[in-house]
């Protein structure tokens, strides 16, 4: 979906470097996930963030933290990568607006990193 | 805590086929269910979903699931898959604020 974003698309770097990657939506949509994509285990939610105020641990925070600058951008660093990091990252936002309580979800076109 | 089981990795059927592709979830209170799908090199993109009303759902590209409250099942159907539906199918379970996926199952549609 052209509305959610993710930069770089691809990035390749070493253990122990300090890398960003970024998203920005143009949805308007409120909540805002961080995702990381592995080989037969599906997704999984590293960070997640209802607000610009409000920042929430997934199931796999270790090793990462987030920041949201504004309601249109989410960031997501890894302080000191690792190869076990290796995989492919997705940003997804949603809407709050509505009457159900946790609306469908829609995807940037991911990010693929890779740590030698 | 919500879970969710897909019961096939890896699926392979010829084109014109039938596809039912199992979910199984697990959550204590209401919940809403998604199927996503992902082509190859793709993001993820919606399917269908349940919030709730009437359990058969259909979605996008003829594909529908039945969600069975008393076998905590959503299952995905497709009466004649085509080689364009090659792509790993996902099933969500969201309960109050997160959505958990499933494992993703592959499909590979042979012409």
């Known amino acids: 979906d052209a509305d959610v974003t993710q930069t770089p698309r691809n990035r390749i770097t070493k253990t122990g470097k300090r890398i960003m990657l970024e998203c920005s939506q143009t949805k308007g949509h409120d909540r805002m996930y961080w995702y990381r994509q592995d080989p037969g285990l599906g997704l999984r939610l590293i960070y997640y963030?209802?607000?610009?105020?409000?920042?929430n641990k997934g199931e796999i925070s270790d090793g990462y933290s987030v920041s949201r600058q504004a309601q249109a951008k989410f960031s997501l660093s890894l302080e000191s990568a690792i190869p076990n990091q290796t995989a492919l990252y997705f940003c997804?936002?949603?809407?709050?607006?509505?009457?159900?309580?946790?609306?469908?979800?829609?995807f940037g076109p991911g990010t693929r990193l890779t740590v030698t | 805590a919500q879970s969710v089981s897909q019961h096939n990795h890896h699926v392979i059927l010829s084109e014109a086929a039938s596809l039912e592709l199992g979910c199984n979830y697990s959550?204590?209170?209401?919940?809403?269910l998604f199927w996503y799908v992902q082509y190859p090199g793709q993001h993820l993109q919606l399917l269908l979903k349940?919030?709730?009303?009437?359990?058969l759902v259909k979605g996008i590209k003829g594909f529908e699931a039945e969600f069975i409250k008393s076998k905590f099942s959503f299952n995905l159907r497709k009466p004649s898959v085509q080689w364009s539906d090659t792509a790993e199918y996902f099933c969500a379970v969201s309960g109050y604020s997160t959505l958990t996926f499933g494992k993703g199952t592959m499909l590979l549609v042979s012409p």
């Open positions: 963030s209802f607000d610009v105020k409000d920042i």
């Open positions: 349940y919030f709730s009303g009437d359990p």
């Open positions: 959550y204590g209170g209401t919940v809403n």
């Open positions: 997804a936002t949603s809407d709050s607006s509505g009457q159900i309580a946790s609306p469908e979800q829609y």
